[in-house]
């Protein structure tokens, strides 16, 4: 079983940056992709982008690629997401998540364990 926790959300200006973490606890770690996903009030849950364990595949949502990059350190158990260039559409909860190497990337059905999540607020 993995435990995750999201940290370095906040309020921000139009055209900041923000990193996030996801903390992770649990031997499994190494082993599994993790997404970023994010949800906006009225709004259903959307992947935001995805790692693979190894860390050589990354997969981006159209709506931020180009601005968003994810990365890992396995040997922190840490998965961060840079966000460059924020908008207030980017305003959400943004959630992590771990998926098997053998499940499909940016599908929703793809990731079983989850943290609570962090507010990301883009004022503009």
């Known amino acids: 079983q993995v435990q995750l926790v999201e940290s370095g959300g906040g309020l921000v200006q139009t055209g900041d940056s923000l990193r996030l973490s996801c903390a992770a606890s649990g031997r499994t770690f190494s082993t599994h992709a993790l997404g970023w996903f994010r949800q906006a009030p009225g709004k259903e849950r959307e992947v935001v982008a995805d790692?693979?364990?190894?860390?050589?595949?990354?997969y981006y949502a159209d709506s931020v690629r180009g601005r968003f990059t994810i990365s890992r350190d396995n040997a922190q158990n840490t998965v961060y997401l840079l966000m460059n260039s924020l908008k207030p559409e980017d305003t959400a909860v943004y959630f992590c998540?771990?998926?098997?190497?053998?499940?499909?990337?940016?599908?929703?059905?793809?990731?079983?364990?989850w943290g609570q999540g962090t507010q990301v607020t883009v004022s503009s």
């Open positions: 790692i693979s364990w190894s860390g050589r595949n990354t």
């Open positions: 998540a771990t998926r098997p190497r053998v499940a499909a990337p940016l599908q929703m059905g793809s990731y079983d364990y």
